[in-house]
Every structure is written in C-alpha cells, then in structure tokens.
C-alpha cells in the first residue's frame, strides 16, 4: 500500500462537539493507519499551546497549528512564524478602534482582555481555556508578548467592515459564524501546511487525504484532492468535498478510511 498523508482538523472531526473526546473507533482507525504506515498529522487553527489534552491520546507525527503558522514534526519545530511586536500592538489598537474584543492566540499562550467583555462567548473562552491553565499570565492590556492569530467578536456596535479593511494586507480573515472570526497571517493556512509537508516527504498530492467539518478548512479543502467532509459540516465546504462521511460519534474517521482503503 502507498503511503498516504492525512491531515486532521480537531474539533467536529477527531474530537466529538457532544463529549470532547476521541471515539473509540477513530483510535482504533488511527492505530491501524499508522501500522499501515500512513503519516497522520493535526492541522488546526489552534496554536500549540492550546491542543487539548485528549489529542495526546494518539501518537500522532506532527502537529500544525495557528493556521500553518506552526509546524512540528515529531520533536522537531519545521517553521514559526510571530506576529512582530510592534505590528502586533498596532493590530489590538484596530481592533479596539473598531469597538471589537478578541483573544490572541500565541505558541506559548493565549491572551485575553482584562475587563469583563461584552461578549459572552469570549468569557466563555475564558473559562474554558483557563481550565486548561491558559490565559492567565498576561491581559492584552499589558503587552510585552508576541502572538500568531487573532480570534475577535463583532455585534451591532462594531464596525468590523473597517477593521477588516484595516488588517486585509496582512490577514485572512475566516467567518466562523455567529459574528465571530478567525485571522490568520495571510502568507500561512492550513493548505500551506498541508504543501510543506508534501514537500518535505516527496509525497504526491494524489496521496494526501484531508478531514474536515468547518469553514477555517476551507483552504486545505481546496488544496487536495481527497477531501472529507464529516456528516455535519459547514455548507461552504460542499463544493469541495469529495466524500461525506458519518458524524463523529457514528465513526466517521473510520468509515471514511476504510472507503479509501487507507485501513
């Protein structure tokens, strides 16, 4: 069998949304590409710091994280790439200009305001990544740290048409519904991620198989040719997937993979 590459987004793919864990049919199908000698690796918007525990239950190869602005293999860091400092600062004050909130996403934590937000999700970010032990260090307010993504909120009181128009040199922007969005540095995605290591292994595209479920895996979507979409994703990714597999928790890994006779 021609060893393939998998690239897996976490939450609604690997992670069940319903209980936050790794089915055990999707451990068992990871096991059994793996002995099939078969790469398998993360690829997510979340920035290193911030991959939950449960991931660790499987020894995968690599981990690319922040949108492909971070890319581990086994113990060896491959590329990393900050947001400078200076133009970092620069980027919350539009954001604040533009009367958003945000959390910033860096490889060592993530950064949160000080203030309560009006937006409840963001305090329900707060908590749940605290119970991870992040966010806790410094409040953005503060500043002396370096970050790779931003995540911010929008409402009525927002102008977040303008903010965009203000970060559109040097951001991606990815609508994750319910008037909150993703920015990525422009140069990295989840496809460039998927293409390093396509590089990096001498692979053909042909061998690449892709797993999905949201819009932030629009760009890998569109990158390979072998896509997977779980049995609840987000509409937009339809023109781009080849195969719909189960839900999560119906073992849609491992039925997706034995349709492809990766196991």
């Known amino acids: 069998m021609k060893r393939a590459i998998l690239f897996f987004d976490i ?7 319903e209980t936050g864990k790794i089915p055990d049919s999707t451990l068992q199908a990871l096991t059994e590409a793996k002995k099939n000698g078969h790469l398998l690796f993360i690829n997510t918007g979340r920035t290193i710091c911030a991959l939950p525990k449960e991931l660790y239950r499987f020894d995968f190869d690599g981990y690319l994280c922040g949108c492909g602005s971070y890319l581990l293999f086994h113990d060896e860091v491959l590329l990393e790439r900050h947001i400078e400092e200076s133009l970092g600062r620069k980027y919350i004050e539009q954001m604040w200009e ?12 993530l950064y949160f305001p ?7 999700q963001l305090e329900q970010g707060r908590i749940y990544f605290g119970e991870l032990g992040l966010g806790k260090k410094k409040y953005i307010e503060e500043g002396g740290f370096i970050y790779d993504k931003i995540f911010v909120y ?7 048409e303008r903010f965009f128009e203000l970060m559109e ?9 319910g008037n909150t969005y993703e920015l990525a ?14 590089q990096k292994f001498g692979a053909d595209k042909e061998d690449v198989y ?15 040719v072998h896509t997977v979409a779980m049995g609840k994703h987000a509409p937009g990714l339809a023109p781009y997937t080849e195969f719909v597999t189960k839900t999560v928790e119906e073992g849609g890994i491992a039925w997706a993979m034995k349709h492809y006779g990766l196991i």
């Open 11 to 17: 939450d609604g793919t690997l992670l069940s949304d």
């Open 98 to 109: 533009c009367n958003l909130d945000g959390v910033l996403e860096g490889t060592e934590d």
């Open 114 to 120: 000080q203030a309560v937000s009006r937006f409840e």
């Open 154 to 160: 929008a409402d009525e009181q927002s102008d977040k």
């Open 169 to 177: 040199d040097h951001f991606a922007v990815i609508d994750r519904g």
């Open 185 to 198: 540095q422009k140069s990295f995605s989840k496809a460039t991620a998927c293409e390093y290591m396509v």
């Open 210 to 224: 892709v797993f999905g479920d949201s819009m932030n895996d629009l760009s890998m979507f569109e990158y390979a």
